[in-house]
């Protein structure tokens, strides 16, 4: 089992808003590996949009980890993914 | 922050008549009006908010669920209102299902962010128990409000 973790930074005027959750989770569940999004004290399963949305409130760096074999990958895709959709809407 | 906190009890539809997006978004926002939240007038301009949010890509999150949210400048603080379909609308929604159970948040122009902390709580709300399978499947408003309250109840955070 391979496990890859990555810090996504997001300054505090970037919330996360619900178009980029739904992205995210969209993106998450197309991987095998279990991903967790964490921010503050709360964790999220990446790929359950009721489980992302409790994050909407909570300000701070945004972490994500990845534990399985695609775990790379799926940091990769979706660091990139957070980085674009951030702040747009 | 809890659900009593944004939505409002008269904003509370048991059985949307829409059929469509348009018509349930504007028969949710004409409920703030009716419960004397928001001018007559702002009413069409809202909705019009709403819809141009909805461009950008379907607030329907799945499970059945819907959460159109939009800032207007007519609009004096965080408001909410909640409707129920029991045939559910087609929302374009992510999974492809019909939306049964809508949460409409509206906040002021110019502020950042409190509808984030509205949705999270409806996520902490729906999460609890079996709460949204039971409001996927009622129409009474009082049974509606005793959800909500429980759901506030079982979330609320310690201080």
């Known amino acids: 089992m391979t496990t890859h973790s990555a810090e996504i930074p997001v300054n505090i005027e970037e919330n996360l808003h619900l178009r980029p959750m739904q992205l995210l989770v969209e993106a998450a569940v197309r991987f095998q590996c279990d991903l967790i999004l964490s921010r503050g004290q709360k964790r999220a399963d990446a790929k359950s949009i009721l489980d992302v949305m409790m994050l909407a409130a909570e300000q701070g760096p945004l972490q994500l980890q990845a534990n399985g074999a695609d775990a790379p990958q799926a940091i990769e895709a979706m660091t990139a993914l957070l980085h674009k959709e951030l702040n747009r809407e | ?159």
């Open chain 2, 1 to 159: 922050m809890r659900l009593v906190d944004f939505i409002l009890e008269e904003s509370i539809t048991g059985e949307l008549r829409a059929k469509t997006k348009p018509d349930l978004l504007a028969e949710m926002v004409q409920s703030i009006v009716d419960a004397g939240c928001l001018e007559p007038d702002a009413a069409e301009s809202v909705v019009a908010a709403l819809l141009t949010r909805e461009e950008i890509g379907s607030t329907g999150i799945g499970h059945g669920v819907a959460i159109p949210h939009a800032k207007h400048p007519a609009v004096r603080r965080l408001l909410g209102a909640y409707g129920h379909s029991s045939p559910g609308v087609n929302y374009d929604a992510r999974d492809g299902q019909p939306v049964k159970a809508v949460f409409l948040i509206l906040w002021p122009d110019g502020v950042i962010g409190p509808h984030l902390e509205a949705i999270a709580q409806v996520s902490r709300a729906l999460k609890s128990a079996d709460t949204l399978e039971r409001l996927k499947l009622t129409s009474d408003k009082k049974e509606i409000v005793e959800l909500f309250t429980a759901a506030d109840r079982e979330t609320k955070e310690p201080a």
